[in-house]
């Protein structure tokens, strides 16, 4: 059975996501009894990821702050703060911060893509933050199979 899990602004563990961003997990797949995961992600401009997907997990974003262009199979649109997206498993989506920085919350369900972020992350204190590991992000994704890479990211104002 799941436990409440209350987090306030701040709280949660910290770690660095080698493919940009600080990440501030507020609910892990086991205190929800795998039914989700939910992180914040502290983002700079132009922190960009490739076009993949999730096979079975469904993904929610809420922009917190700041603003985001998205691409979902080709089709593009800008989400600011406010906003909120879907993506349903299957679905081959990516996105780019277009602002100075933006904070966006993140949630999975279920919560078995975790693996993937926490393989793909170190603590902040370790380096702080640092250059984006695409080697790494695609490594993570292979080994636990929570995401597949299909392609570069398909934004002409930044790649890897």
């Not at 132009?46 to 076009?51: D, Q, S």
């Not at 989400?79 to 909120?84: I, K, N, S, T």
């Not at 279920?110 to 933050?129: I, K």
Request: include cysteine.
């Amino acid at each position: 059975m799941a436990d409440t899990v209350v987090r306030n602004k701040g709280e949660g563990e910290q770690l660095w996501f080698l493919g940009g961003g600080v990440h501030t997990w507020k609910v892990l797949a086991e205190e929800s009894d795998n039914s989700m995961l939910v992180f914040e992600d502290e983002l700079e401009h132009a922190k960009v990821t490739p076009m993949h997907f999730h096979a079975d997990v469904d993904e929610a974003l809420y922009v917190i702050e700041g603003e985001i262009l998205l691409n979902v199979e080709g089709t593009e649109q800008t989400v600011g703060a406010g906003g909120f997206t879907f993506a349903p498993r299957g679905r081959a989506h990516a996105f780019v911060v277009t602002s100075e920085r933006a904070r966006i919350l993140c949630i999975q369900t279920p919560g078995s893509g975790q693996a993937f972020y926490r393989d793909a992350s170190q603590p902040v204190g370790e380096s702080g933050t640092g250059p984006v590991d695409f080697d790494r992000i695609r490594a993570a994704a292979t080994a636990t199979g929570a995401t597949t890479i299909v392609g570069p990211p398909p934004f002409e104002l930044a790649s890897p």
